[in-house]
């Protein structure tokens, strides 16, 4: 009986000392919650980093954004969708969808080697040339949804030279810079500085031409322009006004490069494309002060996925007096007729190579000015490790030929024959 007793007594001593330090473990931590909601009330208290009204969240993520407004860009100055960051500020509950900027730059850099000759009656020279050509850019985009639609805006800064007759040049130039405004379903208005309306989006050119060498076939310029855009699925068109061409002589006591008319030449494009097809049909008309008809011309080509990794690619041009899509060939007066196609190739060798091979000609024939023909041939191959680093290397010949022309006492055709060989790095950042 008297050891139940104890037994008894030590139980009640052990309970009571565990309630005691219970009551000490919620004492302390009542004291350290009392602690965590002072720094709580001391960090509110603190001024807060102002973001935009009706902003709450800025976020960083790498590659680019989402820019539907972005006009397509030819398959040498494209940017790649994994290349540079995006800035996205991120909308509350109750505010319009993201507003984002995307950065991103590349520097090419090349290897290349030329042999130019130059044939006239007596004169034959040959020159050879082994030199380093740079390009560095920046592009910056962004866009921001507004009560009455999408705005927004692209920006290229460029600074290059080397190779055989330049060197590099330390200032940057905004080469392409335009807005856009989508202020319907489905329509966009663009202005700005970029690729001209009638450029063919289809041929040698425009696809394929990564290499930093001659170009050949038709090709095109930048322009200054206001362009209306519609698209619907695969279904797109556009009409625009841009800045007439380049006169490029003296006429009637007018300085050489002024423009040839006193208003905007017109110009437009139907497309339908989809990831495996597409086909354009495009052209443009101006007025001509300096010649004696308008100038126009009319063109369009196709580019067909035969199968996985494998297109095929061509594009073919014909007007008169237009120097939209001169090439090797220089603009060669008012009311010059000309013709020009380009035929392509592009395959993946691999998951990473690829290679590019096409042909093209230009074929420009005036009656009171120099004209003449240009052939060109050639291609490159392309090795991508990662998506920020290409590797290539290639070649392109063009042989060019003037129409009989008399220097002195002499007169002949002028024969230019080039072969470049080349051997480049694209290195993409950040």
Sequence with gaps: MKRAKWVLLAGAAMTIAAGAARADDLAGLKAEIEALQNRVSQLEAQPQA?????????????GQGTYEGVLAERNADKVRETSGFTLSVLPTADAAPVAEVSVSGEIRTALIYTNTDVSFASLDDSEDNLDVAVRGRIFIKGKVDTAVGEVGGYFRLQASGGGNFTDYSESAVMNKAYGWWKFAPNWELMAGYNDNTAALQVGWDWVAATGPVKSFGPSNINNEQFRLTYGSGPLSFAISVEDPDSANVDDDDETPNTDVS??????????????????????????????????????????????????ITAAGVLGEGTNQYANNLSWTGPDADFWAASLGILANLSEDTRIELGVGYEDYDSEIDLGGTALGFGGGIYWDPVSQVTVGVGATYVESESDEVSIGDEEDNIEIDTLEIFFGTWLRFP
Excluded: C, H
Excluded at 50 to 62: A, E, H, T, V
């Design 262 to 311: 006193d208003l905007p030449a017109l110009e437009a494009y139907a497309m339908y494309s989809t990831d495996a097809f597409t086909v354009q049909i495009a052209g443009l008309v101006e007025d001509d002060a300096v010649g004696d008809s308008l100038n126009w011309a009319l063109g369009g080509g196709a580019t067909v996925g035969i199968s996985d990794g494998f297109r």
């Design 50 to 62: 102002s973001m935009p009204s009706g902003y709450s969240l800025l976020s960083i993520r790498d």
